[in-house]
């Protein structure tokens, strides 16, 4: 497995992100032994980047990664969020980027992971209540500390990015990115290059709908996020089946899987970039690691880089993401 660097970190380029093993998709939840399998398994094949957050269940898909990695903690770059539950009040779901919010939150994600540092800390999405020069302040003193080596934004408008790396150097930034999410081209990632800052892409299979798997909504579960989300909707669907009608093709003339292709996109769009794929699965881990050794051509990636937009914000409320 090849490995780029986030800031100071270095990583493999291809990580696993752990989030439907626990929520939000179908299954999440229903096959924990599969679940651990596929991370001792990513170790195996050279995974050292591994990505969760405290409200993926909330709390349960945090002591699920640390039960996994057990003794082989201390090899590999964990990466988990807060300041989506507000852990002063009741906590419930919502944005909180206070200084004391944010303590708890890396208290109890320590605990849950079973570690005494967390290699990269992001807040989960931004706090408009919360002055920036607050939150920041916090991350440093947790750097400063040792309970974190570095710390991200997660849908951080580049305002806001320019704001908080003035205070602290920030380590990476989360959006996502895709063939069918490319808004990070414009300014997000051209920014990042000149800063310095990693870039962590997730989704980067378009929440799965790349892998060519997603011909309807009629497989997924009720509760499966993307049932309500604007991509999948009936009309949008249609649309998008055109995107990955041509990524498959693109997969067949490369002797590829669409993920493949997918992810072997992303990988080539340069240094300091490491997505997460996720998966509850060994057999997709397999399939999804597989890219970092495939090379698309300058054809395939003209033809790639030609794609439409997608029909549909990916969000059914995008208030919460670049802000």
Not at 287 to 301: F, H, R
């Amino acid at each position: 497995m090849k490995h780029t660097t986030l800031g100071t970190l270095d990583v493999s380029r291809l990580g696993l992100g752990t989030m439907g093993m626990s929520a939000f998709y179908s299954g999440a939840g229903t096959d924990d032994a599969e679940s651990i399998r596929t991370i001792r398994r990513a170790l195996d094949l050279g995974v050292t980047f591994f990505d969760t957050a405290e409200m993926y269940g909330p709390y349960i898909n945090e002591e699920l990664l640390g039960r996994a990695l057990g003794a082989d903690r201390d090899s590999v770059v964990v990466a988990t969020k807060g300041g989506t539950l507000k852990h002063l009040d009741d906590h419930s779901y919502g944005y909180d980027g206070r200084p004391e919010n944010l303590r708890h939150a890396l208290e109890g994600s320590l605990t849950r992971l079973g570690t005494d540092h967390v290699d990269l800390y992001y807040q989960h999405r931004m706090d408009p209540n919360t002055p920036i020069e607050d939150t920041v302040g916090a991350m440093a003193e947790f750097v400063a500390e040792g309970k974190i080596l570095g710390y991200g934004l997660s849908e951080a408008a580049p305002e806001r990015i320019r704001a908080a790396h003035a205070i602290h150097p920030v380590t990476a930034i989360q959006t996502e990115y895709s063939l069918w999410t490319r808004d990070p081209e414009a300014e997000l990632l051209p920014l990042l290059r000149r800063l310095g800052i990693g870039f962590v892409p997730y989704s980067p299979l378009g929440r799965g709908f790349l892998t060519g798997a997603i011909r309807s909504t009629e497989s997924l579960d009720a509760n499966d996020f993307r049932r309500n989300n604007p991509r999948f909707d009936d009309d949008n669907l249609a649309e998008n089946l055109k995107i990955v009608d041509a990524v498959e093709a693109v997969a067949t003339e490369a002797g590829a899987t669409p993920a493949q292709v997918a992810l072997a996109w992303i990988l080539a769009q340069g240094e300091g970039i490491a997505p997460i794929p996720g998966t509850k699965r060994v057999s997709r881990l397999e399939e999804n690691l597989a890219a970092d050794a495939l090379v698309l051509t300058a054809d395939q990636l003209a033809t790639l880089n030609a794609l439409p937009a997608p029909a549909g914000d990916r969000y059914a409320d995008m208030t919460a993401v670049n802000r």
